[in-house]
């Protein structure tokens, strides 16, 4: 007998929600994608400078986010930072409460960076207190066991993943999202 990941009983992360956000928020201020990807780029402004950096904030990457649906961790937090909203406030689904969402504030010298290594030694942590093989947390968790061990040196992954993992935890995305200075 096959049994089911227990996914469907986790929240899942809506990308088109955030978008829909975000998408309003630019009307609102009445930006065109150019002018949104500057805004959102120009929150690290001082950051930018010091690191020489250039426009890295492509218009038409912002655009494709609502086409695929999905959208990595770190890229997330450009536009949950420029909503002011925590990822918790996109998810549908059976939410767990995990208490306090709100992002960490950032100066315009920071980014706001996921902590990848500290989410691995988090969901290792609880994965051997309740006994699991990676195999079986990541039949649970819907994906491969590898995407879940790759994650102590991934500087990426996606969204839907993370928030998927922090909600197993039962504990707030915020806590492994960190101002920073790269």
């Known amino acids: ?10 929240p899942r992360f809506d990308c088109g929600a955030m978008f829909a956000a975000l998408d309003a928020q630019r009307r609102e201020r009445e930006l065109d994608w150019p002018a949104l990807a500057e805004a ?6 001082a950051l930018n400078a010091a690191e020489a950096a250039g426009h890295s904030i492509c218009p038409g990457a912002v655009v494709r986010v609502q086409q695929r649906g999905t959208i990595s961790c770190q890229y997330a937090m450009f536009m949950l930072r420029w909503l002011d909203r925590a990822p918790e406030d996109f998810l549908i689904g059976d939410v767990a409460d995990v208490g306090q969402t709100s992002l960490p504030a950032a100066g315009s010298d920071r980014r706001l960076r996921w902590d990848l290594s500290q989410l691995h030694a988090a969901v290792n942590e609880q994965r ?3 006994g699991l093989t990676w195999s079986a947390l990541a039949n649970e968790l819907g994906c491969s066991p590898s995407r879940l ?10 969204l ?3 928030m998927r993992i922090t909600q197993w935890l039962r504990r707030p995305a915020a806590e492994f ?3 920073a200075a790269w």
């Open 1 to 10: 007998m096959r049994t089911e990941p227990a996914t469907a009983s986790l």
């Open 40 to 45: 959102l780029w120009a929150q690290s402004e």
């Open 128 to 130: 051997a207190e309740r």
């Open 149 to 158: 061990t790759n994650l102590r040196t991934a500087r990426l992954a996606d």
């Open 160 to 162: 839907e993943l993370t």
């Open 177 to 179: 999202i960190h101002p």
